[in-house]
């Protein structure tokens, strides 16, 4: 059983800048991929960034190439979205999902995933 914990939403001005954290515990398989998602009332859950830990490979979504960035903590366990230059549109609840062998391409179809996170609100305002 993977437990995922999302952490770091919050409020921020446009332009600004949040890193959301997502904690992983129950892994056992040698490589996963893991995939953030956001959604907002009334919409379809949207993925915008996956790693592959087995490679590192990482994959964005249009709608946020060049400002946002996926990791992996050197413990392996933790994973992160560094969120920048983040605008209204951005204004969503993040989740963290986790897929214990493969996806199809690209890695942003939320129903590949398998655990996912409670999620954590992402308010950008003035």
């Known amino acids: 059983q993977v437990d995922l914990l999302e952490s770091g939403g919050g409020l921020v001005q446009p332009g600004g800048s949040l890193r959301l954290s997502c904690a992983a515990s129950g892994i056992t398989a040698l490589s996963v991929v893991v995939g953030w998602f956001r959604q907002v009332p009334g919409k379809e859950r949207e993925g915008v960034a996956a790693?592959?830990?087995?490679?590192?490979?990482?994959y964005y979504s249009d709608s946020v190439k060049g400002r946002f960035a996926v990791s992996q903590g050197n413990d392996k366990n933790t994973f992160y979205l560094q969120m920048n230059d983040l605008k209204p549109e951005d204004t969503a609840v993040y989740y963290c999902a986790l897929q214990e062998g493969a996806v199809r391409e690209p890695p942003l179809q939320a129903d590949d995933y398998f655990y996912w996170g409670q999620g954590t609100q992402v308010t950008v305002s003035s």
């Open positions: 790693i592959y830990t087995g490679g590192r490979r990482t």
